[in-house]
């Protein structure tokens, strides 16, 4: 019934920007926080981003300054704006909407990606900078 579809994913060199977008379906999209993550093969799935329903944001130090994440809650959309894209930020990006309302995802900042059933997750974007 819940579907977070992503898209936006693609190679870049470094320096771009890419813009990853993920629309939610069946929950009722402004009442849960919204974030994104992201994993390198072989390392740990880690918060990249967040936004609460009513638009307020947070970043680790992987999305502070480069990255911007903000959502249309008219369209149950959340986006991740990455600029000044760097070697280093070449993982799989994926969406992620908390399973219950009101609680904060900066909760889940140790997490297996799409693997966390406290929390929904798209299928994963590839992203990829080369030098």
């Known amino acids: 019934e819940v579907q977070l579809v992503e898209s936006g994913g693609g190679s870049v060199q470094a320096g771009g920007s890419l813009r990853l977008s993920c629309t939610a379906s069946?929950?009722?999209?402004?009442?849960?926080?919204m974030g994104w993550y992201r994993q390198v093969p072989g390392d740990d799935c880690e918060l990249v981003a967040t936004a609460s329903g009513d638009g307020s944001t947070y970043y680790t130090d992987s999305g502070k300054g480069r990255f911007t994440i903000s959502r249309d809650n008219a369209k149950n959309t959340v986006y991740l704006q990455m600029n000044g894209l760097k070697a280093g930020d070449t993982a799989v990006y994926y969406c992620?909407?908390?399973?219950?309302?009101?609680?904060?995802?900066?909760?889940?900042?140790?997490?297996?990606?799409?693997?966390?059933?406290?929390?929904?997750w798209g299928q994963g974007s590839q992203v990829t900078v080369s030098p």
């Open positions: 992620a909407a908390d399973r219950m309302s009101g609680r904060d995802l900066r909760l889940f900042r140790v997490v297996v990606c799409r693997g966390t059933n406290e929390l929904y």
């Open positions: 069946g929950f009722s999209f402004p009442d849960f926080d």
